[in-house]
């Protein structure tokens, strides 16, 4: 680690995904017809617009992903603060040693291949457009259409639209010095609070 | 909006990226040689190990997109909270009518086509390696590679490594009921809360 030689007076930490904090979700698929979940960090949507899709980045040799390329399909689960214990569980032992299906309650929606967890606020049943193999030696990037959402009423602001009450709902976020995270206080109105900026 | 005929009592929302908090990261390209900058939800890391890659996701039309192809680099900046007012504004005007060059004060690294902002904690130089045009009509896809990144030494655990102070970085989250959040409280040590776990 050095200064650069720039003005910024910065630290260079090199090529480094320092994270500021990322949402962790639970991947679920079925491995010959058998549920099986995992954590994944590196997830994200491409598009949020209809129909809306999403990433997930997994190493190859992991058994999920086994299961993603086997149906073409998996669900994207995103847990309260209250299952981090089962989460970091599923993301620190293998599907290859470990038989995780009854760890959730599953349930399944127009698919019957993308096992989704009960016990999670929001599930996504995801259905893969494309699979990208070649991007880095050891991992597969899947990008995936959301083809059916769920949640819970509970964690709806209103118990009809589908705005989601994000503090009921308490994800679970990853900060790089390994330590679990959740949200703290609303700070301002988006899409709203820069109208009074002046450039 | 109805119940889907399955056991899982929950709400069918159609196919909706259901959004649970995302992180959120200024953009930085140049046009003309001249910076210009937006906000991006759609971000995420594709591989953290070396070299670290991640992908945004940005409209065909949005200014930044043009810098983007221009240059194949852009920076991925990370503001803090006390940023959020000049965040949302970059977020909702457009390039294409105002002049955002002097919003930020940048910095560069190894690249010259980069353009960091110093005001900023975290960020990234990214170099891109690919661009998917043909995933959505409205949409392009970059991946790029983290050449460089860069981080105040206060947003630092040690100032020595880099690992990230998370409370002190302060980021800005995107909820879907429109408001920007920040993190709270940290809840458990990852990769290691799990190992309590009987299943």
Chains 1, 2 share one sequence.
């Not at 970091?88 to 399944?108: A, L, R």
Request: with cysteine; hydrophobic share 35%; net charge neutral.
């Amino acid at each position: 680690m050095s200064f650069i030689n720039n003005s910024s007076g910065k630290i260079r930490c090199g090529p480094k995904a320092l994270l500021a904090g990322v949402p962790i979700v639970l991947i679920g698929a079925n491995v010959n017809n058998k549920p099986t979940y995992n954590v994944v960090g590196n997830f994200g949507v491409l598009r949020t617009s209809s129909p809306p899709m999403i990433y997930i980045s997994t190493d190859k040799k992991h058994y999920t992903t086994q299961g993603i390329k086997e149906n073409n399909s998996f669900s994207v689960n995103i847990p309260s603060a209250d299952l981090v214990q089962v989460t970091d569980y599923c993301g620190t032992v293998s599907g290859h040693n470990v038989d995780k299906s009854t760890v959730f309650q599953p349930f399944y929606g127009n698919l019957s291949s993308a096992p989704m967890i009960r016990e999670c606020p929001i599930n996504f049943e995801c259905q893969v457009i494309r699979h990208l193999s070649d991007v880095f030696p050891d991992g597969d990037i899947f990008f995936a259409e959301i083809v059916e959402s769920f949640i819970g009423k509970q964690y709806l602001l209103d118990g009809r639209s589908c705005t989601v009450d994000i503090k009921t709902v308490n994800p679970i976020f990853l900060g790089s010095e390994e330590n679990y995270w959740v949200l703290g206080n609303t700070i301002a109105k988006a899409f709203s609070v820069g109208k009074n900026y002046n450039n």
